[in-house]
């Protein structure tokens, strides 16, 4: 059920129908906290709160990402003349989603999102719709599983990897260890990419915390995240250089999120560097 806004109930107050894992915290319902939004559970809000607790900021780090991901698709859309989307790692909707602003400035544009979150893939299939000339698709699929998400059914519908791509990877990597080789599965999915495509990428990093703010919670992010079952990587800008092999970076570069391309948006006028928390990018391939 919705309210008026089109936004569900919080799924606190209904039983869910799937295994959702409701007990354990996850990290998209944790940053849909964090942006204010209502699809998230106990576990989540109290992990989530946890950490707010050892770094006030981190709110205000969340909606500097999420606008950053408008900007970068914006700049994908109207300057590069891209009009497929490939954004993994999706998330719990929120305003201004990818295919909102992509077809804002293309009606045509076609997106599809990729998540192995059930709320996530349930709340996508009732909330994300295109418009009539673009097309979306929800794609049951962790990042970890490139051959998977480049062989879907959902995929090779919607895009034509023979044309630019924008494959996007915000605030995402950062929940991938190195075990995992988040670099060797970027590059497999960046291989299918046509000329002209990019890369967008945002990506934790304890770089732009000051020492005395790191001594005071800043550190302890990390294993509060990974006491509720979280893996949370932060990297530094050298690391986040590394995963654009292959591709050239737009200006200005590897930057804080609230950098890249501003605005002018009063919030990140406001913000400080030490605010932001994550580097963000975009990259064009050769």
């Known amino acids: 059920m919705a309210d ?45 709160e946890h950490v707010v607790k050892l770094l006030p900021t981190a709110p205000a780090g969340a909606r500097a990402n999420r606008r950053f991901l408008g900007r970068a698709v914006r700049f994908a859309a109207r300057e590069l003349g891209i009009r497929q989307f490939l954004d993994i790692g999706t998330g719990i909707p929120s305003a201004n989603n990818t295919h909102e602003v992509a077809q804002s400035v293309a009606p045509d544009a076609r997106v599809v999102y990729v998540d192995n979150d059930p709320i996530v893939l349930t709340h996508a299939r009732a909330l994300l719709r295109g418009t009539q000339e673009g097309r979306t698709a929800y794609l049951d699929a962790d990042f970890r599983d490139p051959e998977k998400i480049l062989a879907a059914d959902e995929t090779r519908e919607l895009l034509d990897f023979g044309k630019p791509v924008a494959l996007l990877t915000v605030a995402l990597l950062h929940f991938v260890p190195d075990s995992d080789q988040p670099g060797r599965v970027l590059a497999r999915l960046a291989s299918e990419l046509a000329p002209g495509s990019v890369l967008v990428l945002s990506h934790i990093t304890g770089d732009l915390l000051p020492q005395q703010d790191r001594a005071a919670g800043g550190d302890s992010v990390v294993p509060t995240y990974r006491s509720a079952g979280v893996q949370l990587v932060p990297r530094s800008r050298a690391q986040v250089e590394a995963f654009f092999s292959g591709f050239d970076l737009c200006e200005p570069g590897i930057v804080p999120v609230h950098e890249w391309r501003p605005d002018g948006d009063p919030e990140d006028a406001a913000l400080p560097r030490a605010h932001a928390h994550a580097y963000g990018a975009v990259g064009l391939k050769r």
Do not use: I, W
């Open 4 to 48: 008026h806004t089109g936004r569900a109930d919080r799924p606190a107050d209904r039983q869910p129908s799937l295994n959702l894992r409701t007990d354990v915290p996850h990290s998209a319902r944790m940053y849909d906290y964090y942006l204010g939004g209502k699809d998230n559970f106990p576990a989540d809000r109290a992990a989530a």
